[in-house]
């Protein structure tokens, strides 16, 4: 059962255009958003999360939109650049002590010069 | 400081082998998983542990086992490796003095069963 369905599967981003990634969750028990980055042949590294009391978070060029009421949440990296080519996860889980983490199925983002 | 490691980088089975995929943290992480990552499926969690002698299964650990006897060590073992098992698996560690319990992940194994 597919918790958090996430879109587009690959974007392609001019360098200096807006990428943006978008994922939906069910479960309203989680509280906990968080976006990863994973870069070919590593593991994934925390990029940025969100907590569902704050409808926006911004740190440097990425951010994390957050609605609620419709269950969604986007990530957009704006001033997008070939650094930022890699693949994005949106995750979501709940709080207190060990909490599964329900992860999307992945973005992979082409910033081409 | 490494933070999680993992050993093999790379390895190939032939169907029926088993083998034990490790993975350390030096972090004294209470929480540890394995999850393994599959073309267009995102990471799926196999097995988790909150402590030392805990274990638990999670969403796919049919043909997999875990032990954690040290805060520092969760192996996971495959008892007969079959073909479906091709994937590349990670192995992730958080801790509760962290907010919302980051999860820290490994630079992962890349397995191919043939």
């Known amino acids: 059962q597919q918790q958090v369905k996430q879109s587009p599967q690959s974007l392609i981003v001019q360098k200096g255009g807006i990428s943006i990634i978008n994922c939906a969750y069910e479960?309203?028990?989680?509280?906990?958003f968080p976006w990863y980055q994973q870069f070919p042949g590593k593991g994934p590294a925390l990029l940025i999360a969100i907590r569902p009391d704050v409808s926006e978070k911004k740190e440097g060029r990425f951010t994390i939109s957050f609605n609620k009421s419709a269950k969604q949440f986007s990530l957009h990296i704006m001033d997008s650049q070939p650094g930022d080519s890699a693949t994005y996860f949106c995750?979501?889980?709940?709080?207190?002590?060990?909490?599964?983490?329900?992860f999307g199925t992945g973005t992979k983002l082409q910033v081409i010069p | 400081n490494a933070g999680v490691t993992q050993t093999p980088k790379f390895q190939v089975l032939k169907t029926g082998q088993s083998m034990t995929l490790q993975c350390a943290q030096d972090m004294n992480h209470e929480y540890m998983s394995w999850y393994r990552q599959d073309p267009g499926m995102g990471l799926r969690l196999i097995h988790y542990s909150v402590g030392a002698g805990i274990t638990d299964q999670g969403e796919v650990p049919n043909g997999y086992n875990v032990s954690r006897s040290t805060t520092e060590d969760f192996p996971l073992r495959l008892l007969s490796a079959a073909p479906s098992q091709t994937s590349v698996y990670f192995c992730a560690s958080s801790g509760q003095a962290r907010s919302y319990n980051e999860q820290f992940f490994g630079p992962g194994t890349r397995l191919t069963v043939l």
């Open positions: 995750a979501a889980k709940g709080s207190g002590g060990y909490q599964k983490v329900t």
């Open positions: 479960n309203t028990a989680f509280d906990y």
